[in-house]
């Protein structure tokens, strides 16, 4: 079983910058794909960025591509995801995943964090 501590939410500026770690507890952490997603006020939740195992693979929502960047450490049983550039419309709670396949499908998710708040203001 997986654990994911989110951190790193907060209110930035549009076109600021934030970084949002995800902790992950047990040792088989570089066993699961993992993913970010985002859900707004009366919203799905949505994809935002997915990472491979070995973090050789990324992939990105189209909304996001080119302004956000996931990545992990091994090491640390952490993944990133490096925010740039922001706008008001990526005001979300933020929430990582650990799952079988580093995919935009929720359903092939096993594991979630709480979340962490992102607020962007105009």
């Known amino acids: 079983q997986v654990q994911l501590v989110e951190s790193g939410g907060g209110v930035v500026q549009a076109g600021g910058s934030l970084r949002l770690s995800c902790a992950a507890s047990g040792r088989t952490f570089s066993s699961y794909p993992m993913g970010w997603f985002r859900q707004a006020p009366g919203k799905e939740r949505e994809f935002v960025a997915a990472i491979s195992r070995s973090g050789g693979s990324t992939y990105y929502a189209d909304s996001v591509k080119g302004r956000f960047t996931i990545s992990r450490d091994i090491a640390k049983n952490t993944v990133y995801l490096q925010m740039n550039s922001l706008k008001p419309e990526d005001t979300a709670v933020y929430y990582c995943?650990?799952?079988?396949?580093?995919?935009?499908?929720?359903?092939?998710?096993?594991?979630w964090g709480q979340g962490t708040q992102v607020t962007v203001s105009s």
């Open positions: 995943a650990a799952g079988s396949f580093p995919t935009q499908r929720k359903s092939a998710y096993d594991y």
